[in-house]
């Protein structure tokens, strides 16, 4: 039977293109927004592909809401579950939700953020990964950010919130070594989506960094690509 996959973040940007890739590819999915008309129509592209694809059956399990809302993302969680064993989870939802200078804390952004970014995989994780270690099998895909690895001005907390997920995952990701459950890091740059303020078409598409997830989840069980970084020509504050 085809692997089941726990999404979030589809309702939009690179969660909307990796739904649709992942539905083309054949997986069963589960998908998570915060905006009920935007995971509507995620959910409308998906049950659009080929009839082939069994849409019924692929589409197990769509609620939005906000996933700071603890009781309701277990509920989530719980019904994917029941429905069908989750063998993935992917932690795609996130935002950016000040630019407030490092000197002058942003406080209720960057307490959002550290829930957004940093507590809300750690629980889905927490929910999702008995089931998994119980199967003895799958997998925890992170979209983290190149900010995890320079100083960009102006991204203070956003960076840390996003860098604590990885400093996390990294020892989930050893603690679960001989576990047969994968903890990968996808690493994108600037990417253009809803995330940013402005049009930036110079940068990644949402179906770059969906392209390089899939490929991360089809590699080889054998060979874990724990860290893949991805980032758009132009770009040059990594150097
Ligand atoms: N765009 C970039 O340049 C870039 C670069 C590196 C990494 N990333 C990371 O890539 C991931 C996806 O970003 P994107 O570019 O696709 O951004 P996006 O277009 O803004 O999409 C963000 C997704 O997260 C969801 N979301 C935001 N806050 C939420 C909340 N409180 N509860 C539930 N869902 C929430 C949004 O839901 P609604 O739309 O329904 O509100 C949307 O589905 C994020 O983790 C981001 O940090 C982005």
């Not at 939005?64 to 795609?92: K, S």
Request: proline fraction near 5%.
């Amino acid at each position: 039977m085809a692997e089941h996959l726990l999404l979030t973040g589809a309702s939009g940007g690179i969660g909307r293109a990796l739904a649709l890739q992942l539905a083309k590819a054949g997986y069963r999915l589960s998908l998570q927004g915060r905006d009920a008309a935007k995971l509507a129509e995620t959910c409308a592209q998906v049950l659009a592909l080929a009839p082939a694809m069994q849409p019924a059956t692929q589409l197990v399990q769509q609620a939005a809401f906000d996933l700071t809302d603890a009781a309701a993302l277990i509920a989530f969680c719980r019904q994917a579950e029941a429905a069908c064993p989750v063998d993935g989870l992917i932690n795609c939802a996130g935002a950016n939700l000040s630019r407030a200078p490092a000197q002058t804390p942003d406080w209720p952004a960057l307490e959002q953020m550290l829930a957004l970014n940093f507590r809300v995989p750690l629980l889905l994780q927490e929910c999702l990964l008995p089931g998994m270690l119980a199967r003895g099998h799958g997998t925890i895909l992170q979209v983290l950010s190149t900010c995890v690895g320079f100083a960009n001005p102006g991204v203070a907390a956003y960076s840390a919130s996003k860098s604590a997920l990885e400093s996390y995952s990294k020892v989930l990701r050893r603690e679960l070594q001989d576990s047969g459950v994968r903890v990968l890091h996808l690493i994108p740059g600037g990417v253009d989506t809803g995330f940013r303020a402005t049009a930036r078409p110079e940068y990644l598409t949402s179906d770059d960094v969906a392209a390089a997830a899939l490929a991360m989840l089809q590699a080889p069980k054998s060979a874990h690509w724990h860290e893949l970084v991805l980032r758009p020509q132009v770009e040059r504050n990594w150097a």
